[in-house]
């Protein structure tokens, strides 16, 4: 029993001397305190993000210009199967003015027009269910 007092007497004596300690003087910044963790933000933080992002996390330009391989503004079929084949798969409805390419926004807008068609047949479906009784 005195050996446990003594080991408590002497973590109280130290964790006293410890607190009366006082911080340097003469520093300019301010101390940090060992329960402060620094955080530093990842570099990815810093990068700025694309203006439209995907859910694969970049933007519809961006995955254009990386298939329009000639960078003149116009996405043939064999551009849009090597790097963008959903473009390819509806290429000829995208294709409203039948010239052989696509512009990044004619893409855009058959997107548009795709969204539009699914909600309005979502909303079509929604108002023929009946309504569960509670």
């Not at 003469?26 to 990842?42: H, L, R, Y």
């Not at 000639?70 to 959903?86: F, I, N, V, W, Y």
């Not at 509806?90 to 390419?101: E, L, P, R």
Request: no cysteine.
């Amino acid at each position: 029993m005195r050996l446990f007092a003594a080991a408590a007497a002497a973590v109280l004596l130290v964790g006293a001397t410890a607190q009366a300690q006082s911080p340097m003087t003469g520093t300019t910044a301010p101390i940090a305190s060992p329960a402060a963790p620094v955080v530093t933000p990842p570099a990815a933080a810093s990068k700025v993000a694309p203006a439209t992002p995907t859910r694969r996390g970049r933007s519809l330009q961006d995955r254009f210009d990386e298939a329009n391989v000639t960078h003149d503004g116009h996405l043939t079929m064999e551009q849009a199967r090597a790097k963008m084949p959903s473009v390819a798969r509806d290429f000829a409805q995208i294709d409203t003015a039948k010239a052989g390419y696509v512009t990044v926004d004619q893409i855009r807008e058959h997107s548009r027009a795709m969204r539009a068609q699914r909600r309005a047949a979502k909303k079509a479906a929604t108002a023929t269910t009946p309504a569960k009784a509670q």
